[in-house]
């Protein structure tokens, strides 16, 4: 069903708008208290806040050609031979034998039963596969599921979604303003020392650990090595993984681990996510059962036209590895890039959101600071690798006049 | 970015399925505890519930030529003109200027324009318009927003996201074995004896009101006059209506409030919530700057192929005045039907699953127990609009043997 929700009265039924127990002009004043947890948010969610800079500049500059190698949204167009799925997938919902409704709440038994196949070579079974609208859709859902009363760990620096949903959940105490990190989380430092992967043995435990490899914003990737020992720490101190294997196409090292060649398309939405049926809470009750209830009450399944798999990679990646190049001919060290989307350049110490202002300022090209990421991400700047072509090599030619080591803003 | 998740290392790294920390097996044990507020939930969500009842007789019964007016999924296909824009949407996404990304987590632009002006004759601005993937994951992320400390009213009976949710994010206490209530939800008691509008002046204060009109599963829709007394209730406590306007389209009487004809298909996942820019939370801060801050922090905005809205409803309505015929042929009160795509009929006492099972046995038609939808729907059944016309027309036949007076199984 296509479904619309007026939130408060005044959007439907009342002829004019009311301001019935307003306090000042164009305000409709409630009762209600709001959920403390917002107050503990800092300011607006990262990627919202650079647009409204880029638009701030944009207004002021009008005239500015710029080039956006911010947030990760990929650009180019879908293969023909997926398009053609595509294309007849919503011609199927003209015929009475291809329409379908709701799909299953956990995504139709084909697909699961592919993914489980043909991506985990038969290591997971199709009824601990379930098929949403994205990762970042899904962690939402976990995180109800979770509750406020876990500990989580998480990655620093990484995408903000893990640390935020944990904050709205109430899992978290409010932000200490010199570290710049939450009471009751457990950060788990990745920079250049440790090659980005955490020093586990000095981790204090959490209930949830959130792991993403390749990592977004670092572009780290971590070894198979290095992935058993997550599992053997986590399994030791009975925490619950939740792996974002969000960027696992990407990956070309022969040490690291990977699925299989698969990609999407950021606004063709479809994701999944496998939980073990044998994983249980420490009552001894299944976790996938509970997971299962949540998708049931606030999810009805993945759209129906848009059940396909396919692969854009190594277009993505050359772009990354001129990037990468680019930045090493500044003079720059730089992070990622290889077996992830993203580039991560160390300022040696310089503030991100200033590099971040110089950089949209002196050669109009959008990047992302890394303190958006995590106090870890202070220092580094993320660039994204999802342009097109003749826009990542414009923005390169205009980078090594604006990043030249003596154009560097100063500590 | 197509995106997957592993929950538990298990299904990625490890080559084996190990069960460290295991204490019987086949059960990887954690030691993280469980949401209490899940051990609250009753029994399964009701719509796989009633999924297993019928795939149960099906087992035992092979050969059974199952109808179903259960859960209310469309069964027509699209129509060509609009299913022709589905198609040209998809293509687009294989040009380079027809490419779009992400969404903006709030929607596009130009989509949120439309429904301003064309669906709510200019009285919301495009920037209270928030597009999705439908009024259940809405009520999903509303709810991560209102938090624990909130109290919500709901009409009984109602469709079980409001309560489950609810539930889930620990606003109420345990469920209350003999009343069927859970603790801390002002149940807002709709039946035939008033006319499925609640008497709102002996109703208690809920910080948040859920009224969902045409009503999913009475069929009920308020009038005008009945919808302004509720917004007239709500801001004189100074409660949040959340009004769920899912069927609106399906209103056919004169003194009902209407958007305007449009309509979708279940599977086609798209929705939008409306949040009034003039709402604050009772310290002044703005409901709808929380809620843009969820939508962004969990959501990735709707699907790039599926923008657009359409008509399908007379058909559907056809169907729901056959079924409201027939069981007033068999001599039994029915309710909704005229403005909804459900007909709720009145079992006169008689336990509702006692009649699903009945008819599921001896009709293989499968239906929706009233009680499934909260303990005011007990001794109610409510049938689906949604079935082709052929099987609709079958279902009455048998529905009238199945039913007939003398054969209503004994209160």
């Given at each position: 069903?296509?479904?619309?929700?007026?939130?408060?009265?005044?959007?439907?039924?009342?002829?004019?708008?009311?301001?019935?127990g307003?306090?000042?002009?164009?305000?409709?004043?409630?009762?209600?208290?709001?959920?403390?947890?917002?107050?503990?948010?800092?300011?607006?969610?990262?990627?919202?806040e650079?647009?409204r800079?880029?638009?701030?500049?944009?207004?002021?500059?009008?005239?500015?050609?710029i080039?956006?190698?911010?947030?990760?949204?990929?650009?180019?167009?879908?293969?023909?031979?997926?398009?053609?799925?595509?294309?007849?997938?919503?011609?199927k919902?003209?015929?009475?034998e291809?329409?379908?409704?709701?799909?299953?709440?956990?995504?139709?038994?084909?697909?699961?039963?592919?993914?489980?196949?043909?991506?985990?070579?038969?290591?997971?079974?199709?009824?601990?596969?379930?098929?949403?609208?994205?990762?970042?859709?899904?962690?939402?859902?976990?995180?109800?599921?979770?509750?406020?009363?876990?500990?989580?760990?998480?990655?620093?620096p990484?995408?903000?979604?893990?640390?935020?949903?944990?904050?709205?959940?109430?899992?978290?105490?409010?932000?200490?303003a010199?570290?710049?990190?939450?009471?009751?989380?457990?950060?788990?430092?990745?920079?250049?020392?440790n090659?980005?992967?955490?020093?586990?043995?000095?981790?204090?435990?959490?209930?949830?650990?959130?792991f993403?490899?390749?990592?977004?914003?670092?572009?780290?990737?971590?070894?198979?090595?290095q992935?058993?020992?997550?599992?053997?720490?986590?399994?030791?101190?009975?925490?619950?993984?939740?792996?974002d294997?969000?960027?696992?196409?990407f990956?070309r090292?022969?040490?690291?681990?990977?699925?299989?060649?698969?990609?999407?398309?950021?606004g063709?939405?479809l994701?999944?996510t496998?939980?073990?049926?044998?994983l249980?809470?420490?009552?001894?009750?299944?976790?996938?059962?509970?997971?299962?209830?949540?998708?049931?009450?606030?999810?009805?399944?993945?759209?129906?036209?848009?059940?396909?798999?396919?692969?854009?990679?190594?277009?993505?990646?050359?772009?990354?590895?001129?990037?990468?190049?680019?930045?090493?001919?500044?003079?720059?060290?730089?992070?990622?890039?290889?077996?992830?989307?993203?580039?991560?350049v160390?300022?040696?110490?310089?503030?991100?959101?200033?590099?971040?202002?110089?950089?949209?300022?002196?050669?109009?090209?959008?990047?992302?600071?890394?303190?958006?990421?995590?106090?870890?991400?202070?220092?580094?700047?993320?660039l994204?690798?999802?342009?097109?072509?003749?826009?990542?090599?414009?923005?390169c030619?205009?980078?090594?006049?604006?990043m030249?080591?003596?154009?560097?803003?100063?500590?």
């Open positions: 069903m296509a479904a619309s929700l007026a939130i408060a009265a005044t959007a439907f039924a009342a002829p004019s708008r009311p301001a019935v307003a306090e000042r002009a164009g305000v409709q004043m409630s009762g209600v208290a709001r959920n403390a947890n917002f107050g503990k948010l800092q300011a607006g969610y990262l990627f919202p650079i647009g800079r880029r638009s701030a500049y944009l207004a002021a500059n009008p005239d500015a050609n080039i956006s190698l911010g947030i990760g949204d990929t650009t180019q167009p879908v293969p023909s031979h997926i398009l053609s799925g595509l294309v007849a997938g919503a011609s919902l003209g015929t009475k291809g329409y379908s409704g709701y799909g299953a709440e956990q995504g139709m038994g084909p697909l699961r039963e592919k993914i489980a196949s043909a991506l985990y070579d038969g290591k997971v079974d199709a009824a601990e596969v379930f098929v949403s609208d994205g990762s970042k859709c899904d962690i939402g859902r976990l995180q109800m599921m979770f509750g406020s009363g876990v500990t989580s760990a998480v990655q620093d990484s995408y903000p979604v893990y640390v935020d949903t944990s904050v709205i959940m109430g899992q978290t105490a409010e932000m200490d010199t570290s710049k990190q939450y009471g009751n989380i457990v950060y788990m430092p990745c920079s250049p020392s090659n980005f992967f955490p020093d586990l043995s000095s981790t204090p435990r959490a209930d949830v650990v959130y993403c490899s390749p990592n977004n914003p670092t572009g780290a990737a971590a070894s198979r090595e992935l058993q020992q997550l599992v053997d720490w986590c399994n030791k101190q009975g925490s619950i993984l939740v792996f294997a969000a960027y696992a196409p990956i090292s022969a040490d690291v681990n990977s699925f299989s060649k698969y990609a999407g398309f950021t063709v939405r994701g999944w496998v939980v073990p049926k044998e249980v809470w420490a009552d001894g009750s299944s976790v996938a059962a509970d997971f299962n209830r949540i998708m049931c009450t606030v999810f009805n399944g993945d759209s129906s036209v848009l059940r396909a798999g396919f692969v854009l990679i190594d277009y993505y990646m050359e772009n990354a590895a001129m990037l990468r190049q680019t930045m090493l001919d500044i003079g720059l060290k730089v992070h990622g890039g290889t077996d992830a989307p993203y580039v991560f160390d300022l040696e110490g310089k503030p991100s959101w200033d590099m971040f202002s110089k950089i949209l300022e002196e050669a109009q090209v959008v990047t992302i600071p890394g303190a958006g990421f995590g106090p870890g991400g202070e220092g580094f700047l993320r994204s690798a999802f342009a097109p072509r003749e826009a990542c090599e414009e923005a030619t205009r980078l090594r006049t604006a030249k080591p003596d154009a560097v803003p100063a500590a």
